[in-house]
T-cell receptor
Framework: ETGVTQSPTHLIKTRGQQVTLRCSSQ?????VSWYQQALGQGPQFIFQ???????GRGNFPPRFSGLQFPNYSSELNVNALELDDSALYLC???????????FGAGTRLSVL | TQLLEQSPQFLSIQEGENLTVYCNSS?????LQWYRQEPGEGPVLLVT?????EVKKLKRLTFQFGDARKDSSLHITAAQPGDTGLYLC???????????????FGQGTILTVHP
């Protein structure tokens, strides 16, 4: 077990709604990265947060946004949900932006 | 855009057989990682390879990083049903360097080992 916890584990939303996913990083880690994993695919990098600032972003539209809090936990927000947003959302924490990332079990989002 | 291509996508073998999974890219990575992911779980790191030509062994698993740091392979000897899962390779950073630790993943290899 990595010590990275995500909530909720499963979520069902309808198209156009908004969703917030949460991640608690491993103790001592100040960096959180978010990934989207569609069924049958490898994870795709959404963005990374380091010391409460966005520290890099993948090829995702602005309706994907995030936050990191002073305790280094993080949220991923997705507005105006689309059917293609259905995926497993993974959070990974690390002790530094370029260090080894440890993954949580993910949140399975279904958009109907 | 950096891409990692894994092959094969699916592998179904009998217990005791050997197998190799390949991970290839046209880009150079500062390191390459292999993960194993089971249903309902996040990826679990197996190994990180950093130096071109590096070979690492983890019990029955052997990992190799290509000399040019663009490709890697995972070889499993005498596969067991417990090896079943999704195997992912992921490249970290690039030759130009980034300020953040983006991992670029391959699409994965689904391995099924039948008893």
């Amino acid at each position: 077990e990595t010590g990275v916890t995500q909530s909720p584990t499963h979520l069902i939303k309808t198209r156009g709604q908004q969703v917030t996913l949460r991640c608690s990083s491993q103790s001592g880690h100040n960096t959180v990265s978010w990934y989207q994993q569609a069924l049958g695919q490898g994870p795709q990098f959404i963005f990374q947060y380091y010391r409460e600032e966005e520290n890099g972003r993948g090829n995702f539209p602005p309706r994907f946004s995030g936050l990191q809090f002073p305790n280094y936990s993080s949220e991923l927000n997705v507005n105006a949900l689309e059917l293609d947003d259905s995926a497993l959302y993974l959070c990974a924490s690390s002790s530094d932006p370029k260090n080894i990332q440890y993954f949580g079990a993910g949140t399975r989002l279904s958009v109907l | 855009t950096q891409l990692l291509e894994q092959s094969p996508q699916f592998l179904s073998i009998q217990e005791g057989e050997n197998l190799t999974v390949y991970c290839n890219s046209s880009s150079v990575f500062s390191s390459l990682q292999w993960y194993r992911q089971e249903p309902g779980e996040g990826p679990v790191l197996l190994v990180t390879v950093v130096t071109g030509g590096e070979v690492k062994k983890l019990k029955r698993l052997t990992f190799q990083f290509g000399d040019a740091r663009k490709d890697s392979s995972l070889h499993i000897t005498a596969a067991q049903p417990g090896d079943t899962g999704l195997y992912l390779c992921a490249g970290a950073g690039n030759a130009g360097g980034t300020s953040y630790g983006k991992l670029t993943f391959g699409q994965g290899t689904i391995l099924t080992v039948h008893p």
